[in-house]
């Protein structure tokens, strides 16, 4: 067998380097597309951010590359102008819509199949399922709507690194398609059964959530703290998944830190989170209604609500196959900070902030001191 000979310095070696070192296929085609791209470790509102015209799209629009977010999902802003309809797209992969301001519809076919069409709002959530062409509409006409979209496009270019194979595609339609009619009903509740579902036990399985900011069939959230409650999403015959978290007035959440790539967005509320890998120094990201962050891999993350009504905050999960915990499985509890176990200034911190808008902590006492304090969440429990 030939033994690997070292290069010196040349021409090819420098080339190689360079190879080595170039920008993820990803970061290239979003850098052709001439719009905006946010790499900040926060967007304070996405309903103002500043877009700029994407032609072949026909909106307003701009990439926000969060730090903690590079390489796994690709998150965008796109404003269609007042009773605007954009051209028809067809993507290879599976994309989320977060309604951020407007009304207005959404048409999707199959080549050779029967045309669905619904309408969504400020904080509607649907999916654009692969492989169906789809059309957005604005229905107003004195105003712009702004969406955000999630997908995970910068994890498929990493593997392939040719946008054309993910973007316009044509695929026909099948007998197992249907008309897609029901790809928009009702969603559904469906219990988890057994110790290895999620913390609130139940998923929510549809394509089309009409509003966010007013979902009330929520689950009691424990162990993260709070009294605060969840809806876990899975939208069905898609690998993607999020939930929607809801939090007492005056009240914050435990620490806590997983995988890469949550895209956190506010449906409501006001209040602030902070970051932090572990041991350094913690970056505050004060949050309303828009802002949209990223907890970085790794990274301690803690919610507060400064407001005096529930705060929502929606995560817009990466691919499941990615780490969700970063320590060992059997070591789950040195992902999540107790409060007994907190450092003070967390809750000093906290007190201060809430007591600059004349309100004051609804946190128990009880629960600086008792790890397993029992929090109440309404109906019984």
């Known amino acids: 067998m030939a033994e690997a000979i070292g290069v010196s310095e040349s021409a090819a070696s420098r080339r190689a380097a360079e190879a080595w070192n170039e920008p993820l296929a990803y970061d290239r085609w979003a850098r052709s597309i001439g719009i905006p791209i946010y790499r900040d470790y926060f967007i304070p509102d996405a309903k103002t951010v500043e877009l700029a015209r994407w032609d072949e799209r026909e909106c307003d629009a701009a990439f926000l590359q969060l730090v903690g977010n590079e390489g796994v999902a690709e998150t965008r802003v796109t404003e269609i102008a007042p009773g605007k309809t954009l051209p028809?797209?067809?993507?290879?992969?599976?994309?989320?819509?977060?309604?951020?301001?407007?009304?207005?519809?959404?048409?999707?076919?199959?080549?050779?199949?029967?045309?669905?069409t619904?309408?969504?709002?400020?904080?509607s959530l649907f999916l654009i399922p692969?492989?169906?062409?789809?059309?957005?509409?604005?229905?107003?006409?004195?105003?712009?709507?702004?969406?955000?979209?999630?997908?995970?496009?910068?994890?498929?270019?990493?593997?392939?690194g040719d946008p054309d194979l993910f973007l316009n595609v044509k695929m026909p339609v099948s007998a197992a398609d249907g008309n897609g009619a029901s790809l928009y009903s009702e969603a559904t509740a469906i219990e988890q059964p057994g110790a290895g579902?999620?913390?609130?036990?139940?998923?929510?399985?549809?394509?089309?959530?009409?509003?966010?900011?007013?979902?009330?069939?929520?689950?009691?959230?424990?162990?993260?703290?709070?009294?605060?409650?969840?809806?876990?999403?899975?939208?069905?015959?898609?690998?993607?998944?999020?939930?929607?978290?809801?939090?007492?007035?005056?009240?914050?959440?435990?620490?806590?830190?997983?995988?890469?790539?949550?895209?956190i967005v506010i449906p409501g509320g006001a209040g602030y989170s902070v970051l932090w890998p572990e041991g350094q120094d913690k970056i505050m990201v004060p949050w309303q209604e828009g802002t949209v962050f990223v907890p970085p891999y790794r990274w301690f993350h803690q919610h507060f609500n400064l407001g005096a009504q529930p705060a929502r905050y929606l995560a817009l999960h990466p691919p499941r196959g990615l780490p969700g915990y970063s320590e060992a499985i059997d070591e789950p509890m040195r992902d999540q900070i107790e409060y007994p176990d907190e450092e003070p200034s967390v809750r000093a911190r906290f007190?201060?902030?809430?007591?600059?808008?004349?309100?004051?902590?609804?946190?128990?006492?009880?629960?600086?001191?008792?790890a397993n304090y029992e929090w109440a969440y309404g109906d019984g429990d």
């Open 88 to 116: 028809p797209l067809t993507f290879g992969f599976d994309e989320m819509v977060y309604v951020l301001e407007g009304r207005g519809l959404t048409t999707l076919w199959r080549e050779g199949g029967a045309r669905t």
């Open 118 to 123: 619904f309408e969504w709002q400020k904080h």
């Open 130 to 160: 692969r492989h169906w062409t789809h059309q957005l509409s604005n229905t107003q006409g004195g105003s712009p709507a702004r969406l955000l979209h999630c997908n995970y496009l910068p994890l498929a270019l990493g593997s392939v």
């Open 197 to 263: 579902g999620p913390k609130g036990g139940v998923f929510w399985y549809g394509n089309f959530f009409p509003s966010l900011s007013a979902w009330d069939k929520l689950t009691p959230f424990r162990g993260r703290g709070s009294g605060g409650h969840v809806i876990w999403i899975r939208f069905p015959e898609s690998p993607i998944t999020c939930h929607m978290s809801v939090f007492p007035a005056q009240t914050y959440k435990k620490a806590h830190r997983h995988g890469p790539g949550f895209v």
């Open 351 to 370: 007190e201060a902030e809430i007591a600059k808008r004349g309100l004051s902590s609804r946190m128990p006492e009880e629960a600086y001191r008792d």
